[in-house]
């Protein structure tokens, strides 16, 4: 059994967790209710495997998400980058492997839709936005209420609703853009409004597949303010191909790089960029 699941048992009388209480902290974030994260990893992926048709497109994948990190995944087309999203989302089950959220949440045996519930959220590389709505009406679509009880599709919202759709709108750069229909946007702005439609759902993680994939030069600059901002609020993993964008967001915080749905390398951005390995599939010289 690895050091990732043999945590569970290392608690309880005479058993001193403080140095893993200290990691859970290492990036200066609270514990969230619902999901155990006692030992600082809020995702733990232990030699997943995926095969389609004898094709491995993960092959013993293992790595872990702390509390709070904002992780970047990298790595060339095929490397398995999407799989193992689908894979977190239960969209894709393994072939072998464990995937946990938290201590205690086996995700290989949870639905797509309990995952959700649970407070895993995930943005497609395409945004998904009602673009028949307003912006304003996109956020109180997706907010983290029980659609059961809502009499009507908008339902009037208290003050502390209507707040916190406002705190969203101003957090994504909408904020004057409240009343505009979705649809017209530009590409970067559905991006943002897709993001703040997740963060109305509240989740302690969030999984961007190419979030800044065909903007401009100044909508990638804003959505790296807009994640640093987001940095230990959320749990966050990014995928992404832009490098100069995952070095803006990156600062300091591990980043994986991927290969035939195998971890090729850890480590920071600057150990990633040096790594004679990583230039060889995938940087380049």
């Known amino acids: 059994m690895s050091v990732l699941r043999t945590k569970h048992a290392e608690s309880g009388p005479g058993f001193d967790n403080s140095q893993h209480a200290d990691q859970g902290f290492s990036h200066g974030r609270v514990m969230q209710p619902g999901v155990d994260t006692s030992h600082g990893a809020i995702l733990y992926l232990e030699d997943i495997t995926v095969s389609f ?24 087309n095929g490397a398995g980058k999407t799989t193992m999203m689908d894979v977190i989302t239960g969209k894709t089950r393994p ?8 201590q205690t949440m086996d995700l290989t045996q949870m639905t797509e839709y309990a995952i959700a519930h649970a407070g895993i959220g995930r943005k497609f590389q395409r945004p ?15 907010m983290k209420v029980d659609k059961r009880v809502r009499q009507t ?4 919202l208290n003050s502390e609703q209507r707040g916190k759709i406002e705190a969203i709108l101003t957090l994504i750069r ?3 853009q409240e009343h505009r229909l979705a649809g017209l946007l530009s590409h970067g702005q559905k ?16 999984l961007l597949d190419e979030p800044v994939a065909g903007m401009s030069d100044a909508e990638t600059e804003r959505t790296a303010e807009l994640l640093n901002e987001l940095r230990g609020k959320h749990s966050i993993v990014v995928v992404e191909h832009d490098m100069a964008f995952v070095t803006e967001i990156a600062q300091g915080e591990k980043v994986t790089v991927l290969h035939e749905g195998s971890v090729l390398a850890h480590g920071t951005m600057q150990q990633i960029q040096a790594d004679e390995r990583v230039i060889e599939v995938y940087l380049g010289r």
């Not at 048709?53 to 992780?71: C, M």
């Not at 072939?95 to 938290?102: K, L, N, R, W």
């Not at 963060?199 to 969030?206: A, C, D, F, T, V």
């Open 53 to 76: 048709d004898g094709f491995k497109a993960i092959n013993k994948l293992s790595l872990d998400i702390s509390v709070g990190e904002l992780r970047c995944i990298i790595g060339p």
């Open 95 to 102: 072939s072998s492997g464990t995937a946990y959220f938290g």
């Open 128 to 142: 998904t936005v009602f673009e028949q709505h307003t912006v304003f009406e996109n956020l109180e679509l997706a």
């Open 153 to 156: 599709l908008f339902a009037r």
């Open 174 to 176: 909408l904020n004057g």
């Open 191 to 206: 991006q943002w409004l897709e993001i703040g439609m997740l963060l109305m759902q509240e989740p302690q993680l969030i």
